[in-house]
């Protein structure tokens, strides 16, 4: 709650800039520090054990938290969000995990064979991030097959179908200014193409050719006449062409040209040309990273045209985001740029050979470095699998966190931006992809007016959302008390004041697993009122491109067999694929201790409720008004009697109505708790607290109040733990159970000390290629992976 105070108190003493007292630099630096201060950006980078799954497997995930703007641990949300969307982008599977102090958490998602085959995306995102764009969510395709269902396995060889995008440098095409022009070709499924290309005149007339470099991606300069229109021709297979249509060309407006100079300097070149001249007119230049403006400068158009130069030591490394505004402060051109990053975590993994024979075990040795010194501590996770020919690949967390996660769309291959420093055509490619993937994480329209902010960050627990509303006149009731209860031995119990909207927010704590929630209002005063429970997952749509499912005929053979190991493997280690490491979880009461006692099996029984309170509870007086019962609690502190009725609950969830208690049988209760003093909780206070607890916990067939909400309600994932069999002895090494796994070893949170950690585990009876990946951060940010094979085989042939 100490968070959510502090943000609430810190948005309401918020002093926005309304208007534009004066059009200089420091007024841009005014607002976007603004804006940054008051909306912290988080990032959710996930690794998951492989990209390619069967119903049936388990994906295995580690979720890395961090601040967007310096990669740090983050200690604000304490929930991330998981989805799987399907290609019309609806959630097939939602889950909820929880997050730690030091940024991050894990989990584990069943597939279940109801899934159909298909191309998905994994997303995740924490309830903070919910008030922003979805396209900041953390989003990875994933491939899941059904060997269960008809594959509609096609052949290899099918009609190749492109779509060209054309994306001016800055964003816009002015009549007689020279542009770069940034393409991207690819055909249906999203995979980059290299065909040749040209722009045409009306009258067929060959301006300029252009081909990709890498990807389909490339750029070319271009300088359009409103006198012509133009189109695009692209020469496919068999030298069929295709035509395409090309960007609208302005007749006034402003176009921006960036790039590196010999000096180790940004040249941002800016043009323009006015329908009215107008003498030396005004551009500014910002540039903004890790959510902070790194440069502001006013310039002078003298002729049409100006340069600023700016020094890349003031730039942050990855992502900055460059924009040029008129002399009224309006945005007329973005540009992103890249930095290279110059510390990543450097993670070697060593093994004790590079082949094996089944059942034997795996010893890898892991070091992490930054510039070559060991890391005091990182956090790594690692997976070991199979590779075979349904395999995709997945993103490494350096090339998401520094790069793809500040672009928009699917990015093909984004590893080799950020590994292949070697390569001559990288940093040109790295060029073409800003052109051509360009988007601002903000945008100046939403700078400059006050963050509309519907969801808090969950730093307490998970925040269960219902909505009140009158079931007589259907509006929202405000100022009204709801109670939340989880019935169970160690029963949940939360309060809600609705708000203006109506909107009820139950902050929770240590909410794991599957819950039975009975939600209700004091039914002797509020019973007009229904709840409604509110998703808390997002409703926004996911922007990212997922590609056609298409499995061609030469992978039959090897869906098959993958699938018989899963179902050899399902069948014998049933059991130890489900189980649930233990959480230690607070068992004592929302009140604290109680001040009075009971376990009724230590007294006589009674028949009647009304005998047991009158027999042996001595801080709680029975009595009868108007034929009906109530309950006075003694007031401890004072020595009095309370003249209103406690709180009562059976097994956490509130009766209101004490004859409702009086009837139930007393020989299903097993404990009974009475606090006797004023009890204070949340903006609520009750005249002492009166508890029972059945033997079960489950209310012992007491029937709650009919206009309660009762409904099943998944909190945080209960953490499953990765089974890895053990070959120790000879017993277990020729043990006659197969053993079919794919998923060697999988581990969200490797140990390391000084820079060096240790795993191991055994083979399975599969043979063939597998693929260790480990990825992982230091707390100060750097991140990094490491990617080494190695074989198991009947065999060893050195």
């Known amino acids: 709650?100490?968070?959510?105070?502090?943000?609430?108190?810190?948005?309401?003493?918020?002093?926005?800039?309304?208007?534009?007292?004066?059009?200089?630099?420091?007024?841009?630096?005014?607002?976007?520090?603004?804006?940054?201060?008051?909306?912290?950006?988080?990032?959710?980078?996930?690794?998951?054990?492989?990209?390619?799954?069967?119903?049936?497997?388990?994906?295995?995930?580690?979720?890395?938290?961090?601040?967007?703007?310096?990669?740090?641990?983050?200690?604000?949300?304490?929930?991330?969000?998981?989805?799987?969307?399907?290609?019309?982008?609806?959630?097939?599977?939602?889950?909820?995990?929880?997050?730690?102090?030091?940024?991050?958490?894990?989990?584990?998602?069943?597939?279940?064979?109801?899934?159909?085959?298909?191309?998905?995306?994994?997303?995740?995102?924490?309830?903070?991030?919910?008030?922003?764009?979805?396209?900041?969510?953390?989003?990875?395709?994933?491939?899941?097959?059904?060997?269960?269902?008809?594959?509609?396995?096609?052949?290899?060889?099918?009609?190749?179908?492109y779509d060209l995008q054309f994306l001016p440098e800055g964003g816009n095409l002015v009549n007689g200014i020279t542009s770069v022009v940034g393409f991207r070709l690819v055909d249906?499924?999203?995979?980059?193409?290299?065909?040749?290309?040209?722009?045409?005149?009306?009258?067929?007339?060959?301006?300029?050719?252009?081909?990709?470099?890498?990807?389909?991606?490339?750029?070319?300069?271009?300088?359009?006449?409103?006198?012509?229109?133009?189109?695009?021709?692209?020469?496919?297979?068999?030298?069929?062409?295709s035509t395409f249509s090309f960007p609208e060309i302005k007749k006034f407006g402003y176009v921006v040209r960036v790039k590196d100079t010999l000096t180790g300097k940004i040249s941002i070149s800016v043009k323009m040309t006015s329908e009215i001249p107008v003498e030396n007119p005004t551009v500014y230049c910002a540039i903004q990273s890790q959510q902070t403006l790194k440069y502001c400068e006013q310039q002078f158009l003298v002729n049409g045209q100006r340069e600023f130069l700016i020094d890349k030591k003031i730039l942050s490394e990855g992502i900055s985001h460059v924009t040029i505004f008129d002399s009224n402060l309006n945005p007329v051109c973005e540009r992103l740029y890249y930095k290279d990053v110059t510390e990543n975590l450097d993670i070697t993994a060593s093994l004790n050979q590079f082949k094996f024979t089944p059942r034997k075990k795996v010893e890898i040795n892991i070091q992490s470095l930054v510039k070559s010194v060991p890391v005091a501590e990182s956090d790594l996770s690692i997976a070991v699998y199979k590779t075979d020919s349904t395999e995709t690949d997945q993103q490494k967390i350096q090339s998401y966190l520094y790069l793809t996660s500040e672009l928009k769309g699917r990015i093909e291959s984004p590893d080799y931006y950020i590994e292949n420093t070697s390569d001559p055509k990288r940093a040109e490619a790295i060029d073409n992809l800003l052109l051509t993937h360009g988007w601002s994480r903000y945008h100046w329209s939403d700078i400059r007016t006050k963050p509309v902010i519907n969801y808090v960050p969950e730093a307490g627990g998970h925040i269960i959302n219902a909505l009140l509303i009158d079931k007589f006149s259907g509006e929202k009731a405000k100022d009204v008390t709801a109670f939340l209860s989880t019935p169970g031995k160690n029963f949940k119990f939360y309060l809600s004041k609705s708000d203006a909207n109506g909107k009820l927010f139950f902050e929770t704590q240590d909410f794991f697993g599957a819950h039975e929630l009975v939600i209700q209002t004091n039914t002797l005063y509020d019973s007009t009122y229904k709840v409604e429970l509110t998703s808390p997952f997002s409703s926004q749509k996911s922007n990212f491109f997922t590609t056609p499912f298409n499995i061609d005929e030469t992978l039959k053979n090897s869906i098959e067999q993958r699938s018989l190991d899963m179902q050899v493997q399902n069948v014998f280690y049933e059991k130890e694929n489900e189980m649930i490491q233990e959480k230690t979880l607070d068992s004592i009461s929302f009140f604290g201790s109680a001040d009075e006692k009971y376990r009724l099996d230590d007294y006589t029984r009674f028949p009647t409720m009304e005998e047991v309170m009158r027999e042996y509870v001595p801080g709680v007086m029975v009595r009868k008004q108007k034929g009906k019962f109530h309950f006075l609690t003694i007031n401890t502190v004072g020595k009095t009697l309370f003249r209103n009725d406690p709180l009562v609950l059976l097994d956490g969830v509130p009766v209101f109505d004490v004859d409702k208690i009086m009837a139930f049988d007393p020989r299903k209760v097993k404990f009974l708790d009475v606090v006797s003093k004023k009890y204070y909780f949340g903006t609520s206070s009750f005249d002492g607290v009166v508890s029972y607890r059945t033997y079960k916990g489950d209310l012992g067939g007491f029937q709650p109040d009919p206009k309660s909400l009762i409904v099943n309600y998944e909190g945080m994932q209960q953490q499953r733990e990765f089974f890895s069999p053990k070959y120790e002895t000879t017993q277990q090494r020729e043990s006659r159970i197969p053993d079919t796994r794919n998923l060697l070893y999988w581990s969200p949170s490797i140990s390391t000390i000084n820079g060096s950690g240790h795993v191991e585990f055994y083979t399975s009876d599969i043979i063939g290629k597998y693929k260790i990946v480990i990825q992982g951060i230091t707390n100060d940010g750097q991140a990094g992976s490491s990617i080494t094979t190695f074989e198991v085989s009947d065999k060893l042939n050195y």
């Open 188 to 241: 249906k499924n999203g995979k980059g193409q290299n065909l040749k290309g040209a722009i045409l005149t009306e009258s067929n007339d060959t301006v300029v050719t252009f081909k990709p470099l890498v990807f389909g991606l490339g750029k070319f300069k271009f300088t359009p006449s409103s006198n012509h229109t133009y189109k695009a021709v692209l020469v496919g297979a068999n030298s069929k062409t």
């Open 1 to 161: 709650m100490k968070y959510l105070v502090l943000i609430i108190l810190f948005l309401n003493e918020f002093a926005w800039v309304d208007g534009l007292a004066q059009q200089n630099p420091e007024t841009l630096r005014k607002e976007f520090d603004n804006y940054s201060k008051h909306t912290l950006q988080e990032k959710i980078f996930i690794h998951t054990d492989r990209a390619s799954y069967f119903t049936g497997e388990t994906i295995w995930l580690k979720v890395y938290y961090r601040d967007a703007s310096y990669n740090n641990p983050l200690s604000l949300s304490n929930v991330g969000y998981i989805e799987i969307l399907d290609n019309q982008n609806k959630p097939v599977i939602q889950t909820k995990i929880s997050l730690t102090e030091k940024g991050n958490g894990n989990g584990a998602i069943y597939l279940p064979v109801s899934l159909n085959s298909g191309n998905y995306v994994l997303r995740a995102y924490t309830n903070w991030m919910k008030n922003f764009s979805s396209d900041l969510f953390f989003q990875q395709p994933i491939t899941i097959i059904n060997p269960f269902t008809k594959l509609g396995l096609k052949p290899v060889n099918t009609d190749p179908q």
